[in-house]
Nanobody, 119 residues
Framework: QVQLVESGGGLVQPGGSLRLSCAASGSFFAINTMGWYRQAPGRERELVATITRVGTTTYADSMKGRFTISRDNAKSTVYLQMNSLKPEDTAVYYC?????????????WGQGTQVTVSS
């Protein structure tokens, strides 16, 4: 069974930085697009950023210039570097990936990691 496991969340002051990681484990052939989404209390889950296998990235407008998504295909890991964090960035951040395994291509989610931006 394929799993996505996030790490790196926590409490940070406004203006600070955090780096999230998400590693895929289990048996699979390849991982296509990977991404990060977030969900704040009382709000719908929203896109943060995505990255294709060859490194093409997309960002939500509010994250451009502050967040950077990257991946290490050899480690089956995607990262999210978050700088200049604001209180409104507080949310649970979820990793997402299209994973090609013996069961076909399935979209998978991690369990989420909490990011809290507060003084």
């Amino acid at each position: 069974q394929v799993q996505l496991v996030e790490s790196g969340g926590g409490l940070v002051q406004p203006g600070g930085s955090l780096r999230l990681s998400c590693a895929a484990s289990g048996s699979f052939f390849a991982i296509n697009t990977m991404g990060w989404y977030r969900q704040a209390p009382g709000r719908e889950r929203e896109l943060v950023a995505t990255i294709t296998r060859v490194g093409t990235t997309t960002y939500a407008d509010s994250m451009k210039g502050r967040f950077t998504i990257s991946r290490d295909n050899a480690k089956s890991t995607v990262y999210l570097q978050m700088n200049s964090l604001k209180p409104e960035d507080t949310a649970v951040y979820y990793c997402n990936a299209d994973i090609h395994s013996i069961r076909g291509i399935r979209n998978s989610w991690g369990q989420g990691t909490q990011v809290t931006v507060s003084s």
